[in-house]
């Protein structure tokens, strides 16, 4: 099956820091979504991007299908982004509610 | 508006017991799933469904056991649980069209002892 990896596994930020975090996949995908694991358990939609950019407030997302990466950006960090992120992705000949999960990226922003 | 909605929050089982995690969505979203999330594995998929009445096995589906009679509905059966489905279970939905993020409940979190 298809293949998910996740960079850094961990990150610690102090407050006001930017980031960018990458996730690399191994086939071409139908769907591609970043989430947001906040340390309470609940798992949150931040994008659905299998290609272009998109930008929500601090937070973008870019996706380059043909070199099969994703990238999400945080900026100016709060403590409130820690958690764990994770890029999820779907193969382009299966279907897109099959989603393969990368091991996740911990992040930890300080004051 | 409900979202995603699962029953127990907490679960305690003895080796060998049966159990069904619920999943109710509000949606109308026809794809569901379960995932199970295992310290530094990620989620793992379980079992999914692209509507009433079909369903099938993900990346890891054995000792559990699914249906989906209506729209509504998913729920996961453990039928002889054991140890090694300690995990939090997470159901999810997504619309079949395009551009749709998956939603996900607040987890089960079982503990099999």
């Known amino acids: 099956g298809i293949q998910v990896e996740q960079s850094p596994p961990d990150l610690i930020l102090q407050e006001g820091a930017n980031s960018t975090l990458r996730c690399n996949f191994s086939?071409?995908?139908?769907?591609l979504q970043w989430f947001h694991q906040n340390p309470w358990g609940q798992l949150i939609n931040l994008f659905y991007?299998?290609?272009g950019t998109k930008q929500n407030g601090r937070l973008s997302a870019t996706t380059v299908a043909t070199e099969r990466y994703s990238l999400l950006y945080i900026s100016s960090s709060q403590t409130t982004d820690s958690g764990v992120y994770f890029c999820?992705?779907?193969?382009?000949?299966?279907?897109?509610?099959?989603?393969?999960f990368g091991t996740g990226t911990r992040l930890q922003v300080t004051l | 508006n409900a979202g995603v909605t699962q029953t127990p929050k907490f679960q305690v089982l003895k080796t060998g017991q049966s159990m069904t995690l619920q999943c109710a969505q509000d949606?109308?979203?026809?794809?569901m799933s379960w995932y199970r999330q295992d310290p530094g594995m990620g989620l793992r998929l379980i079992h999914y469904?692209?509507?009433?009445?079909?369903?099938d096995q993900g990346e890891v589906p054995n000792g559990y056991n699914v249906s989906r009679s209506t729209t509504e509905d998913f729920p996961l059966r453990l039928l002889s649980a054991a140890p090694s489905q300690t995990s939090v279970y997470f159901c999810?939905?997504?619309?079949?069209?395009?551009?749709?993020?998956?939603?996900f409940g607040n987890g089960t979190r079982l503990t099999v002892t």
């Open positions: 999820a992705v779907a193969p382009e000949t299966g279907t897109a509610s099959k989603l393969t």
């Open positions: 991007i299998p290609s």
């Open positions: 469904s692209v509507g009433a009445g079909i369903t």
């Open positions: 999810a939905t997504l619309r079949r069209q395009g551009n749709s993020p998956l939603h």
């Open positions: 949606m109308n979203h026809e794809y």
């Open positions: 086939d071409s995908v139908n769907n």
